[in-house]
């Protein structure tokens, strides 16, 4: 393990309780979790110094990850900006001590773990970091902690398969197993880990072992003493089939007791909060040992930030077909990660095609996979109008037939799924224009027959029809943000319809200007309602500064208008159409890969605005039966772009063998777990060429 100042165990319940605001649930509490791992963090193995170490010198990561270094040049800036934790190593160069027996504070690794040769690039590091009696006396509880994040400095990226890549890391040459009896404990009790637990444990144990034909006997959750009386209430108990059936059962608790592994991941969170917010942390620290009598340690802020670490511990795990086990490679593994952009999100179109709900839940694990945390839900557009909305029942009269409509609890199910996920679901009403489909059910919205969009703006019946459908929105969607569109709006519309044409005369306003009221209006709407309203490019090209102070533009017809949009003070969110449109089929995963989405943007105050971006799956051309191998791989090259710090996405184009072969990796992990991404070659979606391997298209 990475803390063992065993001298201040006496600190263990009660000041870290009182410290962390966190609750430790006791043995006699514990819920079971899969294979009948328990779930209580034993705190004996932690210290508050250990967690508190983590925490102050991943700040200070952070703090030096988004500040440019001095540089003199623009072009250095920009190559700079998000650079992880630079000069770390030599600035803290006079705070490491010598080594030494083993006695004291802090001295001491995990059993197993020697002083290891080679490694990756930092092989003396690693030498340094993994060294057995390290810190003797008095050197402080976590000296191990902080000489391993001192030394998370190397480049070597291209030997982790690891999507996306993470913030730093290092490890070692090793292997070890990974026992199917497996389990975690936390510090903190959780309805969402316990989900996650048993997901990420099905993921890594995709495969049948080859124990399980004897385990699975007795994995029914049926204890022993219920099954006899169970026979014995039939006159079966002294049966021969019962004498067998026993050995049998006796035997497979036999063989699960001799599985060799890793059994055990110990999971430290340092807040309770499970709310999912643009300003969730999902930072965390992730350490495999090399030994199997040590264990997997990650340290998070949040639950979040340990589904992260959970989704890089997978990735790491791999099946040996030759031992028939689970094994992790590179041990020993120290991972010191983080996101690089806030706001990371895919977004799917249910109004020109509809995705059944079990879609969208696809789209959702995928998302998950590669570190996304957004699923921009454009739920109505010009073609349909699927939602249901009580208040205003007609509405999804505008939907393509009954069969092809969202029910409030649907949502709500697609909003807590995703969550249990660490995605959250952004919802789009995309208003005054694409909105013909709203007048389906309620014609008085149109301004003509004609003239179906924009929505017609002079009747109050048009606002509180609004108003009602955000009180709606604001009690089945709980992120920040409310998307309210306000593209592509044909003012020339309302100008050429009678009443409308008079109302602009009468109050001597121009199309544009009530293009201009109409988006205000809508967008304090949601103000009110504690939500921060996103728009399309277009209000802001129009109306530019007059825009609210709390309004995020999310960019997409010119890569150069998020400069424009950060100059302003206005926040963003990037999608370049020429780059990050997934209906653009001709766009290859190394053309997504390639969007920078700071390219334009020279100073960190600037860079700060900028939230993150999103690939948009627009749905023309995809239905429940292509969504997937038409986001997938591409949307992992944007996903890579805004977690992985830019020094090192940038690289794409000197190491694209290497970056080309870990996507096909990473392609081949979707696939197999029911992702059905396309290959790398070719246009997207299209079909392999020929026979051959995953890890080769």
């Known amino acids: 393990m990475i803390c063992w100042s065993w001298s201040v165990l006496s600190l263990t319940v009660g000041v870290w309780m009182v410290h962390q605001l966190v609750i430790i649930p006791t043995p006699s509490r514990k819920a079971e979790l899969v294979d009948g791992s328990s779930w209580w963090l034993q705190h004996e193995k932690y210290t508050l110094e250990c967690a508190d170490q983590w925490r ?106 690891i999507w996306p890549l993470p913030l730093s890391y290092i490890n070692g040459s090793g292997s070890i197993r990974v026992s199917r009896a497996m389990s975690f404990q936390a510090n903190v009790r959780s309805e969402l880990l316990r989900n996650a637990f048993r997901r990420y444990h099905n993921l890594i144990f995709s495969h049948r072992q080859k124990k399980d034909s004897a385990t699975t006997r007795h994995t029914t959750g049926i204890s022993k003493e219920e099954r006899v009386r169970s026979l014995r209430s039939a006159g079966l108990s002294n049966s021969s089939w019962w004498r067998r059936e026993q050995r049998l059962v006796d035997a497979a608790e036999e063989e699960v007791n001799e599985d060799g592994g890793l059994r055990l991941v110990s999971i430290v969170v340092l807040t309770s909060s499970e709310k999912l917010q643009l300003d969730t942390d999902e930072s965390y620290f992730l350490e495999i040992p090399d030994s199997e009598d040590a264990e997997v340690l990650i340290l998070a802020e949040t639950v979040f930030g340990v589904l992260r670490a959970l989704e890089t511990f997978s990735q790491l795990c791999s099946y040996s077909f030759s031992s028939k086990s689970v094994e992790v490679k590179g041990v020993p593994w120290a991972i010191q990660d983080s996101p690089r952009f806030p706001h990371r999100g895919v977004l799917i179109d249910t109004s020109r095609h509809f995705q059944p709900v079990a879609a969208i839940k696809g789209v959702v694990d995928s998302l998950s996979f590669a570190k996304l945390n957004v699923l921009h839900w454009h739920i109505v557009d010009t073609q349909a109008f699927p939602l249901e909305v009580p208040k205003y029942p007609l509405l999804w009269n505008g939907a393509y037939s009954e069969q092809e409509r969202y029910t409030t609890e649907d949502v709500k199910e697609v909003v807590e799924y995703a969550r249990q996920r660490g995605v959250r679901v952004m919802m789009e009403l995309d208003v005054p224009g694409h909105a013909a489909s709203w007048g389906v059910g309620y014609q008085e919205l149109w301004p003509s027959a004609a003239c179906r969009e924009p929505l017609d703006l002079t009747k109050n019946f048009t606002f509180e029809l609004l108003n009602g459908v955000l009180d709606h929105l604001n009690d089945v969607f709980d992120y920040d943000l409310f998307h309210l569109g306000g593209d592509e709006v044909n003012t020339n519309c309302w100008e050429a319809t009678p009443h409308i044409h008079a109302w602009l005369t009468k109050g001597n306003i121009s199309g544009q200007a009530a293009y201009f009221q109409f988006v205000n209006r809508v967008q304090q709407a949601a103000i009110t309602r504690g939500r921060d309203p996103v728009n399309w490019e277009e209000t802001f090209n129009t109306f530019g500064q007059d825009m609210d102070n709390r309004t995020i533009i999310q960019t997409w017809i010119s890569e150069m208008t998020a400069m424009e949009v950060v100059k302003a003070g206005l926040r963003c969110i990037v999608s370049c159409r020429d780059f990050w449109y997934l209906d653009n089929l001709k766009m290859t995963w190394d053309g997504v890969y390639g969007y920078e989405p700071l390219q334009f943007i020279p100073t960190s105050d600037q860079q700060a605005l900028v939230l993150g971006g999103e690939v948009c799956m627009w749905g023309e051309t995809v239905d429940p039966s292509d969504i997937l191998q038409t986001i997938w791989p591409r949307a992992a090259a944007a996903a890579e772009r805004l977690w992985t710090p830019r020094r090192k996405a940038d690289r794409y184009k000197e190491q694209l063998q290497t970056v080309s072969t870990r996507l096909r990796y990473f392609r081949c992990l979707l696939t197999q777990r029911g992702v059905p991404a396309a290959p790398l070659d070719g246009t997207a979606r299209a079909a392999p060429a020929g026979p051959g391997s995953c890890y080769e298209q």
């Open 56 to 161: 102050q010198r991943r700040g200070a990561m952070l703090k030096e990850r988004h500040t440019p270094w001095q540089a003199e040049t623009r072009s250095t800036v920009l190559e700079d900006r998000h650079r992880p934790h630079q000069k770390v190593l030599a600035y803290n160069n006079h705070r490491r001590g010598g080594g030494g027996g083993g006695g004291g504070v802090g001295g001491g690794a995990p059993k197993g773990v020697g002083s290891r040769q080679g490694g990756q690039e930092n092989g003396n590091e690693l030498n340094g970091v993994f060294k057995v009696g390290e810190g003797k006396g008095g050197g402080g509880g976590c000296r191990r902690v902080d000489r391993l994040l001192d030394s998370l400095a190397t480049d070597n990226d291209h030997q982790a398969f």
